[in-house]
């Protein structure tokens, strides 16, 4: 069998995993191998901020897993959980809004006992990965690999969304990362001059020609390999062959909420009766690999529209749209060098609340089942988008069988716990009064969703579970802690291993509030001064 020697090894290039190949090598001391199961992310769609929707058709960039049916959620279909594959991860098929979560989380993460995870220990972390086009100054970072940019080009419905908020008595907020994340108003984008900026972009694609890092593509990790209980490399597959990478000082699993306790496990390391069931001998027994499901649960308010300056995927439409390729491929140009998400708010459903308990993500454009609704897509709208910030219901992932191939099962559990459901429903009703003002006059046509007959709560909240979908933020599967359904410590070690640690969304012991990628990113940042300090 093919074999090679490092001294880190890596599973995973996506979002953690692009930073801490970086950072491994920097002083060029250390040989590293990143192994993404993925291509390269070579792709001209990849580069383009308003290409989003081409990636929820994508196999090549997307795992495409979908989540355990729900009798009464989207009327029994499954859940389409899309997750990034390839260089980047996430970050490269993402909507690319800058966001950090609120205080609240990190200092809760550290109450629960991980030292060094309160918001004042990793403020340091979030400047150091960012580049804000304002400058950096106190809270913001001006020369991190990250680019961090104003929305530009925005669909001009944008503006009456923040008249509205306004109007309903919401205060506006010109910068969700600053001293105070409460408000509506435009996000800021992980955007270079018109392009996307992922990670692979800030972090990889400088340093790929040094001598020291090796980044193999296509090349899916399998298992873990041990000596007695301490981690010495990957088994992985590239083009049909089976091969090793060793590791003489650490392998480290960033393979996103979903893959790395699946790689955990096929390995493995979970609870022993779950791995029999999927065929796997244990090897290590962690009750909590799987467990501890967070995910950003959305429904929305869509709206017809009586004007037609929003996105339509219907002939005219596209047709309106005809300048755009050549004004982004000409001049980096036009509708296409934005996200299509482009304002949104953090509220409170409940004035006595610490921190926003909603975060609304606002569209010019009918959006359901991740874009995938091309028929709603085609109608003139527009749509507001709820999610529930700290979902108090947990889900799990486990194995379906012991074969690598084989896609997790998924069981998001959404909305189980009452407290979810009344933020959820009173979201929506905040959404309501702001898309009633008379700011949205000339443009409403009928509400399709939840509709004009759902009023009480019942209604609206079985109207939203029609439509109910994710924010794409799976985390929690590996928390760290010190509980016994812990996987990691703080320092990211996998419990009860030796040379074995996870750097990703999944450590996350609960959901940050707001998306995850900046998030995510300054993990993998702390991870790397974690690994190196020791
Ligand atoms: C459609 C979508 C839109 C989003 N929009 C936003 C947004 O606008 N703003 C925001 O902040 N966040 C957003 N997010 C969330 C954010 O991108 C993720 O939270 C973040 O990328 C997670 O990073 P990660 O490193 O944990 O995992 P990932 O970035 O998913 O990286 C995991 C990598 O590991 C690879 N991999 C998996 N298994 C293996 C294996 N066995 N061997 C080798 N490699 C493997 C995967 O292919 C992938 O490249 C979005 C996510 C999605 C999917």
Redesign the pocket.
Known sequence: MHEEHFDYVI???????CVLANRLTSSGKYKVCL????PQDKSLFVTIPGAFAY?MFSKKYNWCFDAEPVADIRKGEPIFC?????LG???T???????RGHRVDYDHWASLGNQGWGWDDLLPYFKKNECNERGGDELHGGSGPLYVSDCRNYYPINERFLQAASEAGYPLNNDFNGAEQEGVGFYQFTIKEGKRCSASHAYLRPVRDRQVLTVKCN???TKILFRGKKAVGLE?RQKGELKRAYANKEVIL????Y?SPK?LMLSGIGDASELEKAGITPFHQLPGVGQNLQEHVDSCVLQESLKTDGFRASPGGLLNMWREPFRYLFRRKGKLESSVTQAGAFLKTSEDLAAPDIQLHFLPLLYDDSGRNLKLMSQSGYSCHVCVLRPKSTGRMSLRSSDPDSPPRIDLNFLDHPDDRKTLVDGIRVARKILATPAFDDYRGAELNPGPEAQNDEDILARCKERLGLV??PVGTCKMGQDEMAVVDDSLRVHGLESLRVV???IMPTLTGG????P?MVIAEKAADLILGE
């Open positions: 599973a995973g290039g996506g979002s953690a995993g192994l993404e199961a993925g990636f899309p997750q990034g594959k390839g991860g996430g970050s098929i993402n909507a690319m809004i800058y966001i090349a899916m990790a992985f960033s393979s996103g909420a893959n790689l794409y933020h990703d969304a999944s998306n995850t990628n900046a995510t």
